[in-house]
């Protein structure tokens, strides 16, 4: 088994929850409410009904249960169903240094495999903590644009969470990795191009192999030893690189690093929405000329102006889209879910505004990404007159949290169709108290949606 391997399944197996200092535990409970949420809103869309027709097809054994059904399914398409609504409107949380990634997805992983073994809260917090680190390392380590999609890592990350919940041994921990790497490399192109329902569904996937992975191990399946290391190991399509410091032991831990999306849009969009919301009502959308928006590299994207992003015909596109986020802002003053839907998509204000839009790079604002988010928009007026606006970070930012309420406010606006005001309640009441839970099921059986 390769080194990497051995180093990372040290310190899966070594993890404890009395190492968690209380801001990391509170933090999990912040990202988890944040999690759920989403599921709830995530759960009536139509790749959610996909995956969850698919999910009753099979009860496991032990089972694990489709959020929002109470339904029971195998634990492996348990994580896949759950995974769907989670990413569904692309609304998770998201880590980026090197590159960009959703690691609250893990959660599909890791409460599956929780309630299977009826996990205790503490234990399930140490899991999605941990699973967070492997997650997040690859981010640190790994250069974008490599042409794997970050998924990739959820399979890997999904593992160790959920070998960590099953009680595994170094040996079963190495094998569970080897097992989530060599079979799962998944393709960028889940995010060129027009993009596809499979868009959401890529991470629930890597949660479904990463507990497939993790099964396998405990029925005693071996991996491959070099599947980092070896010559056509993870290095050999990846690139050669190193983990970066796991934390704890007087270092940070990943969890608390992660920003939670105030919109319901890509992160690249977030700082933009954010200065639009700014200029909303400091102009008629009619008096406006023309857009430039000024970011860091991620201008790149949009030089090709027949790219679908300039021209989203899909919800998935426009989510992704930051001159369609930044009209539907200034038209609207705000940006939701309804934002996305298809009368809305196909809008003439929207595309007359997108149409006049540039997006330019200014270099100091790469130079200053990932540790600020900076954008800033000059709105050009009919007649002449300018309006202008700029920010550092994002609302949501690690640097500019949501406040706990504002979290609550988040989640009980996304459940609102799902979950009636009391079952709201009793929701956030239980999953503040997580690391208090005997079995993590007291928290799930209440997310029966409507």
């Not at 027709?53 to 339904?71: C, M, Q, S, W």
């Not at 790469?366 to 954008?375: G, I, Q, Y």
């Not at 079995?439 to 997310?447: F, I, M, P, R």
């Amino acid at each position: 088994m390769d080194s990497m391997i051995e180093r990372l399944a040290d310190y899966a197996v070594s993890l404890r929850y009395e190492e968690l200092p209380a801001d990391t535990v509170h933090e999990c409970k912040r990202k988890l409410v944040d999690t759920l949420g989403c599921a709830a809103g995530g759960f009536n869309s139509e790749p959610a009904a996909i995956a969850r027709a698919i999910a009753r097809r099979v009860v496991g054994d032990p089972p694990a249960r489709i959020l929002g059904t109470l339904e029971l399914s195998s634990p492996e398409l348990a994580a896949f169903a759950n995974g769907v609504a989670i990413r569904y409107l692309d609304y998770n949380d998201t880590y980026m240094v090197k590159s960009p990634g959703h690691p609250s997805d893990i959660f599909a992983a890791v409460l599956a495999a929780g309630e299977t073994v009826r996990a205790d809260g503490r234990s399930v917090a140490t899991a999605a903590v941990l699973a967070y680190e492997v997650f997040c390392n690859f981010l640190d380590a790994v250069p974008r644009d490599q042409g794997w999609d970050h998924s990739t890592y959820g399979a890997i990350a999904g593992a160790v969470g959920a070998g960590k919940l099953l009680g595994f041994s170094r040996e079963e921990m190495r094998n569970a990795i080897a097992l989530a790497v060599v079979p799962n490399m998944t393709l960028e192109q889940t995010r060129t191009g027009e993009l596809s329902m499979w868009k959401g569904c890529a991470a629930a996937n890597a949660s479904r192999n990463g507990v497939f992975a993790a099964l396998l191990a405990r029925a005693g399946l071996t991996g491959p030893g070099q599947a980092i290391e070896g010559k056509w190991g993870l290095w050999r399509a990846l690139g050669k690189f190193q983990w970066q410091p796991y934390g704890g032991r007087g270092g940070p831990y990943r969890i608390n690093e992660a920003h939670i999306k105030c919109f319901p849009a890509v992160i690249h969009a977030q700082t933009p929405i954010t200065v639009a919301l700014e200029l909303h009502g400091q102009a008629a959308p009619g008096a406006i000329e023309a857009i430039a928006i000024d970011t860091y590299w991620v201008s790149e994207r949009y030089a090709d102006r027949n790219n679908a992003l300039w021209q989203p015909a899909t919800r998935e596109t426009a989510d992704h889209s930051i001159p369609y986020c930044v009209a539907a802002a200034l038209l609207d003053g705000r940006v939701t879910a309804a934002s996305f839907s298809d009368e809305r998509i196909r809008d003439p204000r929207i595309r007359a505004l997108v149409g006049g839009t540039t997006i330019r790079e200014d270099p100091q604002f790469t130079h200053a990404h990932p540790h600020e988010w900076p954008c800033r928009i000059e709105l050009a007026l009919r007649g002449g007159g300018k309006r202008t606006a700029e920010a550092r970070y994002f609302k949501g930012h690690a640097r500019r949290p949501l406040t706990d309420q504002e979290l609550e406010q988040k989640f009980r606006k996304l459940g609102s169709g799902a979950l009636a005001a009391a079952q709201i309640d009793a929701i956030l009441a239980k999953a503040w108290v997580l690391d208090e839970l005997s079995d993590v099921g007291e928290l799930l059986s209440l997310l029966e949606f409507r």
